[in-house]
T-cell receptor, first 110, second 113 residues
């Protein structure tokens, strides 16, 4: 299909790891992004990965890319209540546009 | 730094009314974008601009118009509001195209009744 797909909801306990999954559409995408949207705010870039990489780690965040399956994941270690937000996966599908998933609402319970 | 500023934050329109959503950025970015976000859906690109005087259609341009007379401003115009345009609208900007980080405004929640 032509949609970037994500599950809509994820709930974890504080201190656990969170894994948010995404399936994208364009095998030629050069960049894949994770954006975070906190309540009442616009999207903010959280991290990104180049298509020639399998993994990227940035402090508590780990991004895994499986190009064969067009699957992207975001792992948040030691999830905190401040991580509660909506997380959007996005791919570049032409030079001037990004295709976004519907967003995964992460709820962190104390 | 203000970043990307959108106004208004909320608006209720009647069917057939018109309005302009304002967007301004102070980062001297070349590229600007308008997206809409419907419940349970990803952001859809309405229009974008690669520089002052240049605009182009995105995925869902019908019912909207834009202009880009300056680098800073990229207003989105709805001429004849319809219930299908009820959505949250986001303006964004980036230095270059989609391969560079996009900065988003806080969004405008529009309801057409």
């Amino acid at each position: 299909g032509e949609d970037v797909e994500q599950s809509l909801f994820l709930s974890v306990r504080e201190g656990d790891s969170s894994v948010i999954n995404c399936t994208y559409t364009d095998s030629s995408s050069t960049y894949l992004y994770w954006y975070k949207q906190e309540p009442g705010a616009g999207l903010q870039l959280l991290t990104y990965i180049f298509s020639n990489m399998d993994m990227k780690q940035d402090q508590r965040l780990t991004v895994l890319l499986n190009k064969k399956d067009k699957h992207l994941s975001l792992r948040i270690a030691d999830t905190q209540t401040g991580d509660s937000a909506i997380y959007f996966c996005a791919e570049v599908y032409n030079n001037n546009d990004m295709r976004f998933g519907a967003g995964t609402r992460l709820t962190v319970k104390p | 730094n203000a970043g990307v500023t959108q106004t208004p934050k909320f608006r209720i329109l009647k069917i057939g009314q018109s309005m302009t959503l304002q967007c301004t950025q102070d980062m001297n970015h070349n590229y600007m974008y308008w997206y809409r976000q419907d419940p349970g859906m990803g952001l859809k690109l309405i229009y974008y601009s690669v520089g002052a005087g240049i605009t182009d259609k995105g995925e869902v341009p019908n019912g909207y118009n834009v202009s880009r007379s300056t680098t800073e401003d990229f207003p989105l115009r709805l001429e004849l509001a319809a219930p299908s345009q009820t959505s949250v609208y986001f303006c964004a900007s980036s230095w270059q195209g989609a391969g560079t980080e996009a900065f988003f405004g806080q969004g405008t929640r529009l309801t057409v009744v």
